[in-house]
């Protein structure tokens, strides 16, 4: 048996304002560590909010919002992830946008980035990032991790894509309280019809006119919800075990049945 604790980190976000954001989530990730995480989660654009519009918003890789993750997976031998503006090394003089990049840093230094392959076009998004266009899936030992951002969850085919060789999905948002209803049922699906967790993390608060409820989750294979939270800041626990998403699927094998 293969279990690993995730913690799930549903906090605010101060708008524009990376030093105050890290000072804050520096207290919860030492709490989520010292309850036992070996993955702690932070929101999707945890250190700015949601403002890729803003001129000047972006940051190199490696820039304050990655250097906190490493500094943060060194300190606590965890790992630690969450998303952040990042601008890449292809960027241009004429086209500088960053993207949404989530950053999931380890303990011995290691650094994965996923870059959100759906901009959330309803928003505008897609006008000032440049969308990704790989699939990531990490090993944390023998626990498969596959990374998604917000708006990646409403497309089902990338997340059947990966089923295979996933044992959790681990996604990142910042999303709205007035679609708080879609948030929630996505999860749950996702999880069901992929016979895999899913560590949903949203932040709480307001940023940019628009409400957030949080309503983080985690769930098991079955659809079962191990933890969740609404409306304020909180920590969510749970353990990801390697052999309930290898039994679930032994089974009830729809996996195989897909066409």
């Known amino acids: 048996?293969?279990?690993?604790?995730?913690?799930?980190?549903?906090?605010d976000i101060v708008w524009h304002d990376r030093d105050e954001n890290f000072a804050?989530?520096?207290?919860?990730?030492?709490?989520?560590?010292?309850?036992?995480?070996?993955?702690?989660?932070?929101?999707?654009?945890?250190?700015?909010?949601?403002s890729f519009d803003t001129p000047g918003i972006g940051e190199a890789e490696g820039g304050p919002s990655s250097s906190f993750l490493r500094a943060a997976a060194a300190r606590t031998g965890a790992w630690v992830g969450g998303s952040c503006p990042e601008i890449g090394p292809d960027a241009t003089a004429d086209d500088a946008?960053?993207?949404n990049v989530f950053v999931l840093a380890g303990p011995d230094g290691t650094v994965h980035r996923y870059r959100k392959i759906h901009p959330f076009s309803h928003a505008g998004e897609e006008q000032f990032v440049h969308a990704g266009?790989?699939?990531?899936?990490v090993a944390v030992g023998a626990v498969r991790l596959s990374l998604f951002v917000c708006y990646d969850l409403r497309f089902s085919d990338e997340f059947w894509a990966l089923a295979p060789d996933t044992d959790a999905y681990l996604v990142?948002?910042?999303?709205?309280?007035?679609?708080?209803?879609?948030?929630?049922?996505?999860?749950?699906?996702?999880?069901i019809e992929n016979q895999a967790y899913v560590v949903g993390?949203?932040?709480v608060g307001s940023g940019g006119?628009?409400?957030?409820?949080?309503?983080?989750?985690i769930i098991d294979p079955l659809g079962e919800i191990l933890a969740t939270g609404a409306g304020g800041?909180?920590?969510?626990?749970?353990?990801?075990?390697?052999?309930?998403?290898?039994?679930?699927r032994d089974h009830f094998r729809f996996l195989q049945d897909r066409r």
């Not at 800041?233 to 679930?248: G, K, W, Y």
């Open 1 to 11: 048996m293969t279990v690993l604790r995730v913690a799930a980190i549903q906090h």
């Open 24 to 50: 804050r989530l520096e207290p919860m990730i030492d709490a989520a560590a010292a309850g036992g995480a070996g993955m702690i989660l932070l929101t999707e654009t945890f250190s700015t909010g949601f």
């Open 97 to 99: 946008r960053p993207s």
């Open 133 to 137: 266009t790989e699939f990531v899936t």
């Open 172 to 191: 990142v948002a910042n999303w709205p309280t007035k679609r708080r209803l879609h948030w929630s049922t996505l999860l749950r699906a996702r999880a």
């Open 201 to 203: 993390v949203n932040r």
């Open 209 to 217: 006119g628009l409400d957030y409820s949080g309503d983080s989750a």
């Open 233 to 248: 800041e909180t920590i969510l626990f749970a353990d990801i075990d390697t052999d309930h998403v290898a039994s679930t």
